[in-house]
């Protein structure tokens, strides 16, 4: 089963690169990151933001594994997808990607989110706020 996709366009800066002109590894997890928040932005009216500062619920990364395909240089546009694989009952599984424009896989994550409590920093159930949203935007 295919499930919808958030993406967005992204050019390859040179903060992101180390000396060898590629992007720096670490670089593809802050993008996902802020792809993360982006795509919740646009499921919460209060978005990520309001999901830590507001309702005091937390995402933290449980579990992150990922593939490495072919090189980003700068310069180069890139798409960043995150599509949601399985909503748990205090978890996420995402499967995130970035392809280049020219259709090269770069590459692959697959992460586990839970949602936490900021007061206590416990896993608890996703909220039913947040719930409905990913329902109804990646009905399976
Ligand atoms: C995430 C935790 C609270 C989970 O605690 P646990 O006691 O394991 O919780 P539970 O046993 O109740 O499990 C809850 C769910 O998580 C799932 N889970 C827990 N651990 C894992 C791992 N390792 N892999 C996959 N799934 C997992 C588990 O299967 C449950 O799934 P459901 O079936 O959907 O309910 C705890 O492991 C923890 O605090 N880990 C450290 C997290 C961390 O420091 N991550 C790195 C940085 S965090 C970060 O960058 C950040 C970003 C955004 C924020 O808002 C906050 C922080």
Redesign the pocket.
């Known amino acids: 089963m295919t499930h919808p996709r958030f993406e967005v366009k992204h050019r390859i800066r040179f903060s992101e690169c180390d000396p060898a002109g590629i992007v720096f590894y670490p670089q593809y997890f802050v993008l996902f990151n802020d792809l993360m928040e982006a795509w919740i932005d646009t499921l919460l009216p209060e978005g990520f933001a309001g999901t830590?500062g507001q309702k005091r619920c937390?995402?933290?990364?449980?579990?992150l594994e990922a593939d490495f395909k072919a090189i980003s240089r700068m310069g180069d546009e890139v798409v960043l997808s995150i599509e949601l694989e399985r909503l748990?009952?205090?978890?996420l599984n995402l499967a995130l990607a970035c392809t280049g424009v020219d259709g090269v896989l770069r590459m692959t994550v697959k992460q586990?989110v839970?949602t936490?409590s900021l007061d206590t920093?416990?896993?608890i159930p996703v909220p039913d706020h947040l719930r409905q949203a990913l329902s109804a935007a990646h009905p399976h």
């Open positions: 830590i937390g995402l933290p990364t449980a579990h748990g009952n205090k978890s586990t839970v936490t920093h416990a896993a």
